[in-house]
């Protein structure tokens, strides 16, 4: 693992050992099962993104995760049974989704549509009605709880709640990962994930679903790529912030944890590091007010003694700028982004591969 190069292991050790009192975001909640509705309520209308769904590991790993050895783990660790993993709001909340059937909760699906849309019992029958314009359709569904892909930040929030975990003793005390090692947000979306299959027909009150994958439009994929720098850097400023575990041991050694890795807090601020460089090297070439504001607030409050209050309400506010820079940008004046964009590889699963080869 590269040591960071802005402040030493032992620096961020010796600041983060005296975090006091943080005060946190709530953590990402289950989707609620009262207003899910499940996949084959999507299929009849969207059924090529059902199926290119099905193919990925959001999909695939609900018939394996919870046989999996390092889940049993994992459970034994936290004093849970094997067997209620599935159903367990403690791994329920990220790793699937509860519909309400015949009255009784039941786990159906791991990641899916309404994971990353918003349960869509109050949505489904406006988000595609003929009768209003989009640009209604969108405000109402928004406020009745869908994740609308009209803004990315809509769409893409859901991705950090998961993908940097929220629970510090699951990571320290159980060897849960503590985030998805090399998450960023378009490679990410871009492989096994992307579902982009809707099509624009001129004239249509509503746009149609094709059969074939549609590319992510060049403007979109920079909104994507950027809007998913400043998500990422409060999600991980917040975790850092939330951290109570001393991440130095009383000789002022780093702790590892039984993988290698260093604790919680850690493996964070050395992500918030990594954000920080990517965005300051990026902002001369683009000049958005928002990572100018997002830096200084970084900036403002150092990774350092007693600052974990105040690190997560910096967090909260970077998510606040994240969403204006989302709703305020469509992409186009970023072209200094492109070849870097080019340079990204799709990120797809071993899963992916196997289900490939079959
Ligand atoms: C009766 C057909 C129908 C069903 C059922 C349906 N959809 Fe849709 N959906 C559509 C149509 C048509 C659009 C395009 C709306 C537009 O152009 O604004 C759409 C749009 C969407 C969009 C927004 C895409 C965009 O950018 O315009 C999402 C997200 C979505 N559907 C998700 C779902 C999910 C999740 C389900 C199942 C819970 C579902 N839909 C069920 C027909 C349907
Ligand atoms: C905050 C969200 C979150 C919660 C809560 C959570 N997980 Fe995870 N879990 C993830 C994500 C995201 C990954 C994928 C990490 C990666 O990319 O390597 C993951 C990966 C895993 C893995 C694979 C680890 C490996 O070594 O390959 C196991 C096993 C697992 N989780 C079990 C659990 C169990 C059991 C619970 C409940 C006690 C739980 N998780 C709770 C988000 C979560
Ligand atoms: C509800 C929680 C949740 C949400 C929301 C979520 N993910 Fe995931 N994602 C997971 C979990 C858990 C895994 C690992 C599953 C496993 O290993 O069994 C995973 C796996 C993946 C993988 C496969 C990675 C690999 O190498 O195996 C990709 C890619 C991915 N997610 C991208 C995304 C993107 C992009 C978004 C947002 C658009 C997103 N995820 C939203 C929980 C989530
Ligand atoms: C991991 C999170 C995640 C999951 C799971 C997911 N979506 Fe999406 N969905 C997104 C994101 C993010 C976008 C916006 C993509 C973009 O910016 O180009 C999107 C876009 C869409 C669109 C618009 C596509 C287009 O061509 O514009 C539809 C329709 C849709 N999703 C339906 C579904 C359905 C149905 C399912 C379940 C089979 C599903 N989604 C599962 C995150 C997710």
Not at 14 to 25: G, S
Not at 53 to 62: G, I, L, P, Q, V
Not at 171 to 199: I, M, R
Not at 306 to 315: E, I, M, V
Request: charged share 20%.
């Amino acid at each position: 693992m590269n040591t960071p190069k802005l402040i030493s292991w032992h620096l961020i050790g010796a600041v983060l050992i005296a975090l006091l009192a943080p005060i946190c975001q709530a953590q990402r909640a289950p989707v609620d099962a009262a207003h899910t509705l499940g996949i084959e309520s999507c299929r009849d209308c969207h059924e090529a993104i059902v199926e290119s769904w099905e193919r990925s590991k959001h999909a695939t790993s609900f018939n394996t995760l919870a046989n999996s050895e390092a889940a049993h783990q994992i459970a034994k660790f936290i004093g849970m049974k094997a067997d209620s993993i599935a159903t367990n709001a403690s791994c329920v909340r990220c790793h699937y989704m509860q519909e309400k059937l015949a009255s009784a909760v039941q786990t159906t699906a791991a990641v899916s549509c309404e994971s990353c849309h918003g349960g869509a019992e109050q949505w489904i029958d406006i988000h595609n009605s003929k009768s209003l314009t989009r640009s209604e359709r969108i405000s109402k569904v928004s406020a009745l709880g869908m994740n609308h892909p009209a803004w990315v930040f809509a769409t893409a929030k859901a991705c950090f709640e998961c993908h940097v975990i929220d629970d510090e003793q699951l990571v320290n005390k159980a060897g849960h990962p503590a985030l998805s090692d090399g998450f960023e947000l378009l490679s990410w979306y871009a492989g096994e994930v992307k579902h982009n299959f809707l099509v624009t027909k001129e004239g249509k009150p509503v746009k149609s679903n094709g059969h074939d994958p549609q590319p992510i439009p060049t403007a979109r994929k920079r909104m994507i790529f950027l809007t998913g720098k400043l998500l990422h850097l409060a999600h991980s400023l917040c975790a850092v912030g939330c951290s109570e575990d001393a991440p130095v041991d009383k000789a002022g050694k780093l702790v590892r944890l039984p993988n290698g890795k260093p604790t919680y807090a850690v493996q964070h601020a050395q992500t918030v590091q990594r954000l920080i460089k990517e965005m300051r090297e990026l902002q001369p070439k683009l000049g958005i007010p928002e990572y100018a504001q997002a830096l200084a607030l970084v900036e403002s409050n150092p990774l350092t003694t007693g600052h974990g209050k105040d690190l997560a309400s910096a967090a909260m506010e970077i998510k606040r700028l994240a969403e204006q820079f989302s709703k305020s940008n469509d992409g186009s004046k970023f072209t200094a982004l492109d070849q870097l964009l080019e340079s990204l590889k799709p990120h797809e699963s071993n899963s992916k591969e196997n289900v490939a080869k079959r």
